[in-house]
């Protein structure tokens, strides 16, 4: 990953997130944004279709931007938009560095209401950028440039029951076109996409929860934050004891579990043949202002304030996710970032010239 650029002063951090379609992605970037502070929108006076975000420190793009084959054209020439050959990675290498090294591009624009490419719009180097979209991690150029990566890891029957979910419930879709719509994707998925997840520092893995035996609502999950260790600026969250193996199981008299109850766990492991941390946790909370008991028994969490955790996931209670695993790790990874961002800033105004990647 970083692949030992001179960054200097006034250089922007680059943050990955790579996940399929329907991953949670929007939901993390908002919890992210909003641990910095501050609303993000997309840039003011500009197409309504546009895929950007822009906060005061951060600026999100969508590499569904990077499309060189409109829907159209897909079609025709029988391809997914997963598949590489109907991405530019030429162009958004040149962007990606282009933006980190504080230079403003005109980035494309993909249209997901007409499928159409549209004309492109001015983005301007931020402090911190977020590409986020199915291939972050892929073009080995790209994957250079950034600081940290993350990876969403839906399992296939999380995901399933996340698309009926939207798809059918919110947008009309039929289960059987929902079904279909998942194979079709899966063999490009399993060949572009879930690959780079060996990449990323930190994945996140939302997989059935083991509480509930033969359970096929998916529903309730068990989630495991993976940490690989060594990252630069990236201290791995720990419950208890760094190192250890732990089992824990909150529920009594500080915090309330109905049935199946809720479960943590945290260890050391491998992932890839990379040494990681694992902090798992199944089951979901039922009161939310009771996370603040968790939140005391973890430690390296990045938090400015005693209770920073419990208070974003308060204040975004109607994200999905915010009762479980998915929301309380990406709240944990928002903050990681924050940390990451402000080590390498203060390291810079100590040695402006010096690299910031070693
Ligand atoms: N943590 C979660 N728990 C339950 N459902 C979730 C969770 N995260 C996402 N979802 C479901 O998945 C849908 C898509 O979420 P989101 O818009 O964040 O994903 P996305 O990866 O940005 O999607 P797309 O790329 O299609 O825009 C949500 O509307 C919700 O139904
Ligand atoms: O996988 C996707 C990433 O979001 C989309 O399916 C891809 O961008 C193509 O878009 P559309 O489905 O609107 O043609």
Redesign the pocket.
């Known amino acids: 990953m970083r692949g030992g650029e001179i960054t200097c002063s006034g250089d922007t951090i680059v943050i990955g997130l790579a996940?399929?379609?329907?991953?949670?992605?929007?939901?993390?970037?908002?919890r992210l944004t909003s641990v910095f502070g501050g609303a993000a929108s997309p840039p003011k006076g500009g197409n309504p279709d546009s895929n950007t975000l822009i906060s005061d420190t951060t600026t999100v793009i969508?590499l569904?931007d990077y499309h060189s084959l409109d829907r159209t054209g897909r079609k025709e020439k029988g391809v997914t938009a997963l598949d590489p050959r109907a991405n530019d990675f030429d162009l958004m290498y040149e962007q990606v560095k282009a933006l980190k090294n504080g230079v403003a591009v005109e980035k494309p624009i993909y249209n997901?209401v007409t499928g159409l490419l549209d004309p492109p719009e001015l983005i301007k180097s931020p402090k911190i950028l977020v590409i986020?979209?199915l291939h972050p991690m892929y073009d080995p150029r790209v994957r250079d440039l950034l600081d940290f990566s993350i990876y969403?890891d839906i399992s296939n029957e999380v995901k399933f029951?996340?698309?009926i979910?939207?798809d059918m419930a919110?947008r009309g879709h039929s289960l059987e076109s929902i079904k279909a719509s998942i194979e079709a994707r899966k063999p490009d998925f399993d060949a572009y996409i879930d690959p780079q997840k060996q990449y990323a520092d930190a994945v996140i893995e939302?997989l059935p929860t083991r509480l509930i035996p033969d359970d096929n609502e998916g529903k309730v999950?068990r989630v495991k934050l993976i940490m690989k260790e060594g990252v630069p600026y990236f201290n791995p969250v720990y419950l208890f004891d760094e190192g250890s193996t732990i089992s824990w199981i909150p529920c009594g008299r500080k915090l309330t579990c109905s049935y199946p109850g809720i479960s943590f766990s945290y260890g050391p492991d491998a992932y890839f043949g990379h040494e990681v941390s694992v902090l798992e946790m199944d089951g979901q909370f039922d009161r939310l202002d009771e996370l603040i008991y968790v939140e005391s028994h973890l430690s390296n969490i990045s938090t400015k304030f005693y209770g920073e955790i419990t208070q974003q996931m308060l204040k975004h209670a109607d994200?999905?996710?915010?009762n479980?695993g998915?929301?309380l790790f990406?709240t944990i990874v928002g903050l990681k970032i924050r940390d990451l961002f402000e080590q390498i800033a203060a390291k810079r105004e100590s040695t402006p010239l010096q690299s910031t990647k070693s």
């Open positions: 996940a399929d379609s329907g991953s949670g992605k929007s939901t993390f970037m908002r969508c569904d997901h986020e979209g969403l029951a996340w698309k979910q939207r919110e939302v999950l994200f999905p996710g915010s479980n998915t929301g990406q």
